[in-house]
């Protein structure tokens, strides 16, 4: 009996709601999520389909195999949001994406919206590790509303939450601040399209779709298809391996410090400036005997015990603020003698006094003490370049891989990580300033071989290579 019901009240739904008209939402939903499921963004009850229609709103449930839904399976909700038919068998339940379909409904006024869980969509937001997707020039970006194929096509990502619903305030702030996108994404699940129309919508998710996929391949055949970022207002500068030669520094300047430590130590050991940073290297030094419990490690306190330590920090290659200051004064006199000039690489100083025409500032960021900084860039083979260079950070800062360095540096300059572009050869330290909201560009130096990196960041030679927005 309960059966007779269920299909009785299915019928009844199907007449009054006009199944047969082709494009009513009772024959669009589930034509849409049979072809979804097809291409891969649908499966495993995944994703989801919703369509206006008058007052109305028709939504696909939760938890079924989208690629065998009917008409008569359809929620419909006024557009307030209230249930005003349910399927007609009591079991199906609302999906779960309903409030977020509902916040493209009643903030952009979309007339229909869709949920993808398509492979490609999970990647992209791997590959993009900000909060945006970006890409320009290319022509299937003209199939999204309000673009060109100049124009930069920007998607909003958000992380993802344990629960579908817990997504609807993230949801609508990326929709409030991205007024022109017609999309958000959701890192490690899947994306939010809409469109006017339901052929807008379908429109505009295939070609996101398309590129996705044709970025995620180009990336796989090593060929990168670099996004277009807004004119930054900041380029911090990473040193070594990135305006600078690494062998300059490992086999100039690290082996001048060590070869000259003792000597340095014995002339000016008594030294105020030396001898507070000896007392840094003494208290690293006995705390880290403390913690590995290897006794202490100082008898006398001689300038061989500390230049024992400062050889074994060399050859360790930690980033001792102590050590890094030492060796900046051991480099200066050699500076400022002509002995060492300061190594560039051939394009970084007309770059830099282009940005500086451009009225960019220029700062730099570098596990090398600001002493040591400021040198190299005074004492440059292209000569004296400080004029150029506003600002200058060091690891007093903060750890170059850590993502509160990068908040600070953009406190300190008191602009929005958004605008400021950061230069380095690292991939961990590009990743934390990605996770501070920094634009990143990863630089090739000295014949380094593409293939012993990710391509997570857009990936320059030289520095003549970089577009600035």
């Known amino acids: 009996m309960a059966n007779v019901e269920r299909q009785a009240k299915r019928r009844k739904m199907t007449e009054e709601y006009g199944e047969e008209d082709d494009n009513h939402p009772l024959q669009l939903i589930p034509h849409l999520c049979k072809l979804f499921y097809d291409l891969g963004w649908c499966t495993g009850t995944g994703g989801g389909m919703s369509i206006k229609h008058g ?46 379909f509902f916040n493209a409904f009643k903030m952009r006024d979309a007339g229909a919206v869709l949920h993808s869980h398509a492979q490609e969509v999970a990647l992209i937001t791997l590959l993009f590790p900000g909060k945006e997707f970006r890409i320009s020039r290319l022509e299937m970006i003209k199939g999204v509303a309000g673009h060109g194929y100049e124009d930069t096509l920007v998607v909003p990502i958000v992380e993802n939450t344990p629960y579908e619903e817990q997504l609807t305030t993230v949801m609508a702030e990326a929709i409030e601040a991205y007024p022109k996108s017609c999309a958000v994404l959701v890192r490690r699940h899947g994306i939010y399209v809409w469109g006017k129309t339901w052929e807008k919508a379908k429109g505009h998710a295939e070609c996101l779709h398309y590129l996705f996929k044709l970025i995620l391949d180009a990336h796989a055949r090593g060929i990168h298809l670099a996004p277009v970022y807004p004119r930054p207002e900041v380029v911090l500068l990473d040193i070594e391996g990135t305006t600078t030669s690494i062998r300059f ?7 001048l410090a060590r070869q000259k430590m003792y000597e340095f130590l014995t002339k000016r050991q008594h030294d105020s400036q030396v001898q507070a940073l000896l007392q840094e290297v003494r208290e690293v030094v006995v705390q880290q005997a403390a913690e590995s419990l ?74 090398g003490s600001v002493r040591a900084q400021k040198l190299l860039f005074r004492h440059s083979t292209a000569g004296d370049l400080t004029p150029l260079i506003s600002d200058y950070f060091d690891t007093t800062t903060g750890h170059k891989r850590e993502v509160a360095s990068y908040h600070a540096i953009s406190a300190n300059l008191g602009v929005d990580p958004a605008k400021i572009l950061f230069l380095s050869d690292i991939k961990e330290e590009l990743d934390a300033a990605v996770q501070a909201g920094f634009q990143t560009h990863q630089l090739f130096r000295d014949g380094v071989p593409p293939y012993l990196y990710n391509y997570r960041h857009p990936i320059v030679n030289t520095f003549r290579e970089i577009t600035l927005g």
């Open 55 to 100: 007052d109305e709103i028709y939504i696909a449930p939760s938890g079924v195999q989208k690629e065998r839904i009917k008409g008569s399976d359809l929620f419909v909700f006024n557009v307030a949001g209230e249930v005003v038919r349910t399927p007609g068998d009591g079991v199906l339940k609302p999906s779960a994406c309903t409030p977020l």
């Open 249 to 255: 520094v490992k086999d100039t300047l690290f082996p």
């Open 294 to 367: 290897t006794g202490h490690p100082f008898v006398n306190y001689t300038v061989v015990e500390y230049v024992t330590h400062l050889h074994r920090w060399m050859d360790e290659d930690r980033k001792e603020g102590s050590l890094k200051a030492l060796q900046g004064l051991i480099w200066e006199a050699y500076y400022e003698s002509g002995d060492v000039k300061g190594h560039l690489y051939d394009d970084v100083p007309d770059a830099m006094r282009g940005w500086k025409e451009q009225n960019i500032r220029i700062a730099i960021y570098s596990s």
